[in-house]
């Protein structure tokens, strides 16, 4: 091999390094996962409640009570209540949380009252464009643009589980059900 031929071995490697590093600089970050949780099933469970009423009447009170929260009711009978709630935290993300409610009949006339949010998490996914100038006889030069936002692309879901959320939800059903 010649020293040319050595040289231009060297630049097509510097070139490769510096395209590898310069795609290294523009590539998107992704947040590392949370460590796992494992499910753990206890009979402290925030996630219910028993009420000295009918399961119709806890439903009633649940969907009042989400009504009362500013949630979208999507579906609600007897037996089972559904809201939903909508949250821009930040410029380029939306939440949606959906609390379900399950008044199920207990002994007599009593019910136990479930309840379970989930929460998924949106982000906003933008577009790659690029403009290219080119002039016949010369070549061409392309050149990266930001793009324009394509649309909102779900990046998570997930059960809420923080008891302070479940205290007050069931607090409030407590007062609903107080005013029947």
Do not use: W
């Not at 499910?39 to 009170?61: G, I």
């Not at 939306?94 to 009252?113: F, I, K, P, S, T």
């Not at 933008?126 to 002039?135: N, P, Q, T």
């Amino acid at each position: 091999m010649t020293v040319q031929g050595i040289g231009r071995l060297a630049r097509a490697g510097l070139a490769l390094a510096l395209g590898m590093v310069l795609a290294g600089c523009f590539r998107q970050q992704v947040a590392p996962l949370k460590k796992f949780e494992p499910e753990v099933f206890n009979a402290a469970a925030n996630f219910s409640r028993h009420y000295e009423t009918a399961p119709a009447q806890a439903c009633e009170a649940a969907r009042r009570v989400l009504l009362g929260q500013g949630y979208v009711i999507s579906a609600a009978t007897d037996a089972e209540v559904t809201g939903r709630k909508f949250y821009q935290p930040q410029a380029e993300s939306h939440v949606a949380l959906e609390l379900r409610v399950v008044c199920a009949l207990q002994a007599g006339d009593a019910a136990v009252v479930y309840a379970a949010a989930i929460q998924d998490i949106y982000s906003l996914r933008k577009g790659k464009e690029s403009a290219s100038l080119g002039v016949g006889g010369l070549g061409s030069l392309s050149l990266p643009l930001d793009g324009g936002s394509d649309g909102m692309v779900k990046t998570g879901t997930q059960t809420v589980t923080e008891a302070r959320f479940y205290r007050s939800f069931f607090d409030l059903l407590d007062e609903q059900l107080a005013q029947q």
